[in-house]
Every structure is written in C-alpha cells, then in structure tokens.
C-alpha cells in the first residue's frame, strides 16, 4: 500500500538552530514528490517540489531512492518558518496530481 | 489574482441532512481536486477532475459522496444523509495542467460539523 510517514508531530526550535523535518515514503513507481505548507490563518501552498530541484525560503529537499526519505533542511530556522508542514508524495503510476499527505509536522521556532 | 475560493466556509448540519459544498477553481486551471482532512489526520484525496470529467473517484468513501464539474469551472461536492464521521474540512485545489508535477492551488476550505 502506498504511505507517507511524518514521524515527528512536533518539532521545536530555536532561531537560528538547523532544522531538519523528515518525511519517509512507500510507494509503487517513482512518486512526484512534493513539501506544502500552512502558516497559521494562511491556505495550505506548496514550498517546494522535487522535480524543480528548488531552495525555498533557504529550505532544501532531498531525494534519498535508497531510503526512500524526502526530509525538509534548512540550516538556520527563523520564526517565521513556524508552520505545520506536510510530505506530500504524488500517487506514484498516475499522471496526474493525486498528493498523498502524511499527518503533518508543525514547526515551531522560537526567538 | 483570485485564488481558489470555496463556500460555505462553515456548515453544521445535522446528521441524515443533504450538504453541498461548492469550490471555485482559478480560471483556466483544467485540473481540480477534492481533499478531506479529519481532525488529527491528513488529507485525504477524494477525487480528481479533468475538465468535467472525473478519471479518478477512487477517494469518495461511500456512494453517499458524489460530485461534479459544470463548465470546466465550479465544482459541488455532495455528501448524502450526513454522517457524524462525515465532519471534517473539505479542501478544494486546482492545476493548470493535469500532470503529476503541477502545482496545486489550494482553496482555504469548508468546515462541516455533522452533529
């Protein structure tokens, strides 16, 4: 069956300290991989996807084929990055935009 | 410009009632999706759209749920005699084009409390 794990709920921080929000998967194919993110009173919008092998806000993803992981970094958190943030893998063998969420990680950065 | 806009933003209803939830897309995004997030849990995907067509209902959890897409533009999402487990927020996106690396765009929800 198809899964996203975001094993950590909660993640705390303080400013200026790295953080890293893991996201593991098991699909069938090679998924679209994708991070979203909800800041507080904001829709949920994508920060950042694999296939544009983008940084985001100073946030990199990394794609691990072995390990099949895609974890979030970003070498020194602000808090403004306080947000819940949610793994989001594309179906893996549709062609289509079918995103499997995992239960989210909220960040929070403290001053 | 406007984004995906969807109504009500909140509904209670009671349990055995009708609801219809209704998503506005960006103009001209031919793709459209319907995500369901109970408390404590992730989104779940519902159903897809492309054009008014919908490839991929696989996500609807029971024949209680249905939807449509009229014009390649608004889309009701249904949900029949209304369940309490039915309470959820209901997320509505879009995409320009259909492919599995499109950006979707997501609209800000509808709170629906079954009690």
């Known amino acids: 069956a198809q899964r996203v794990t975001q094993p950590e709920k909660l993640l705390s921080v303080f400013k200026g300290a790295p953080v890293e929000l893991k996201c593991n998967y098991s699909y069938s194919g090679s998924p679209e991989l994708f991070w979203y993110v909800q800041y507080s009173r904001q829709r949920l919008q994508l920060l950042l996807r694999h296939i544009s092998r983008e940084s985001i806000k100073g946030f990199t993803a990394d794609l691990n084929k072995g390990e099949t992981s895609f974890h979030l970094k970003k070498p020194f958190a602000q808090e403004e990055d306080s947000a819940m943030y949610y793994c989001a893998p594309n179906a893996g063998g549709t062609s289509y935009g079918k995103l499997t969420f995992g239960q989210g990680t909220i960040l929070t950065v403290h001053p | 410009g406007a984004g995906v806009s969807q109504s009500p933003s909140n509904k209670v209803t009671e349990k055995g009632k009708d609801v219809e939830l209704r998503c506005d897309p960006i103009?001209?995004?031919?793709?459209l999706y319907w995500y369901r997030q109970r408390l404590g849990q992730g989104l779940e995907f519902l159903i897809y759209?492309?054009?008014?067509?919908?490839?991929?209902k696989s996500g609807l959890p029971s024949d209680r749920f249905s939807a449509e897409r009229t014009g390649e533009s608004v889309s009701t999402l249904t949900i029949q005699r209304t369940q309490q487990e039915d309470s959820a927020v209901y997320l509505c996106?879009?995409?320009?084009?259909?492919?599995?690396?499109?950006?979707?765009?997501f609209g800000p929800g509808t709170r629906l409390l079954v009690l």
């Open positions: 996106a879009s995409s320009l084009g259909q492919g599995a690396g499109e950006t979707q765009y």
């Open positions: 759209f492309q054009g008014n067509s919908a490839p991929d």
């Open positions: 103009s001209g995004h031919t793709a």
